[in-house]
């Protein structure tokens, strides 16, 4: 019997041992922290990868900072997000609609609200749970954080903002990785510098990390420049738009521009070249300016040939005047000599 008792003592004291760390694993913390005040709040990451198999488990950390001087009323939201078809919207939240990849449901935050005084900050665990029976592919969903400053005064809550981290969750197996770049183009922008534009086009049911490179060539054909592309997301069923900026400096004549952008699976590479005739603000300034000044100079020299000229006129027409007032006075003097 004491043996029994033993035994069933030395198990529960291990399977404590065991449990009591994943319990302050998933324990949230404040801590005070020596932050510089900028009238906000900040939220790290704003982005998480995570591969996960049907069934698992997996908690991500997240920190929230408070960088105003009042103190902050949180509240916890979880919403799905989707991608778009529009190139002007990376991602659109669902709010209380559940996406066609959708994560919030298995989404569990440790705590959905806290205060944060001035410069702390929470640490706080979000448990992720992937039901055993998931499709391979993709799950997305958005833990938001929405601040209130507490009312002082009677004068109530006013809300500040609301930022959101978004959860991208690769569920294993034979997903539909499916996706390519399907337009390249230059673009020129209000201030006169070249720019590039990118549309990738994700057709699969799980996002995809596409990344890259633009190299420009010049008439000779000789390499002038390459832009690197880092890796950026691309949803399911939406296409991503990227811009990229080329300041050069002084450019004239024409270019080649080549985009090589990897797909982000199979080594699966895309190549778009295009075309472009360019000439930078600067150079068209000092072109301007020496034609402006050129036409300054030239009417400058025909105004004084001009002068030149009209002087040289009004001699030989005075010289003229003054041969026939010679020539007058000569016949009048024959004359009166013959009389």
């Known amino acids: 019997m004491n043996s029994l008792f033993k035994i069933k003592k030395t198990f529960f004291c291990a399977s404590l041992l065991f449990l009591m760390p994943l319990f302050f694993l998933n324990a949230y913390e404040i801590r005070d922290t020596s932050t510089e005040?900028?009238?906000?709040?900040?939220?790290e990451p704003a982005k998480r990868d995570i591969q996960m198999n049907p069934g698992d488990i997996k908690i991500e950390i997240l920190n929230i900072l408070n960088r105003t001087d009042k103190t902050l009323d949180f509240k916890v939201e979880l919403e799905d997000f989707i991608g778009?078809?529009?190139?002007?919207?990376?991602?659109?939240?669902?709010?209380?609609?559940?996406?066609?990849?959708?994560?919030?449901?298995?989404?569990?935050?440790?705590?959905?609200?806290?205060?944060?005084?001035?410069?702390?900050?929470?640490?706080l665990p979000v448990t992720i749970s992937v039901p055993k029976d998931a499709e391979p592919g993709g799950l997305y969903g958005s833990v938001l954080f929405s601040s209130q400053a507490t009312a002082t005064g009677g004068m109530g809550t006013t809300i500040i903002s609301r930022l959101g981290a978004l959860l991208f969750v690769d569920v294993s197996g034979e997903a539909r990785r499916?996706?390519?770049?399907?337009?390249?183009?230059?673009?020129?922008?209000?201030?006169?510098?070249?720019?590039?534009?990118?549309?990738?086009?994700?057709?699969?049911?799980v996002h995809l990390n596409p990344f890259g490179s633009v190299k420009i060539f010049n008439l000779a054909g000789n390499q002038i420049d390459e832009i690197?592309?880092?890796?950026?997301?691309?949803?399911?069923?939406?296409?991503?738009?990227?811009?990229?900026?080329?300041?050069?400096?002084?450019?004239?004549?024409r270019y080649k521009a080549v985009a090589s952008i990897s797909r982000g699976y199979d080594d699966l590479v895309d190549e778009m070249t295009i075309t472009f005739w360019a000439i930078s603000t600067k150079t068209l300034v000092t072109i301007l300016g020496g034609i402006i000044l050129l036409i300054l100079i030239l009417t400058w020299l025909i105004r004084t040939f001009d002068f030149h000229i009209v002087k040289q006129k009004k001699k030989e027409d005075v010289s003229s005047t003054e041969g026939s007032n010679s020539s007058f006075n000569q016949n009048r003097v024959i004359l009166e000599d013959e009389e």
């Open 37 to 43: 005040f900028y009238g906000d709040f900040a939220l």
């Open 84 to 123: 778009s078809q529009d190139p002007s919207e990376t991602v659109i939240l669902k709010g209380d609609e559940k996406g066609p990849y959708s994560l919030k449901d298995f989404i569990t935050p440790e705590i959905t609200s806290f205060t944060l005084e001035p410069g702390q900050k929470i640490i």
């Open 178 to 205: 499916e996706g390519e770049l399907t337009s390249f183009k230059k673009i020129d922008t209000e201030a006169g510098q070249t720019s590039f534009e990118l549309l990738f086009t994700n057709t699969g049911n």
């Open 228 to 253: 690197n592309i880092s890796q950026y997301f691309a949803m399911p069923d939406s296409v991503r738009y990227r811009k990229i900026e080329w300041d050069k400096g002084k450019l004239f004549g």
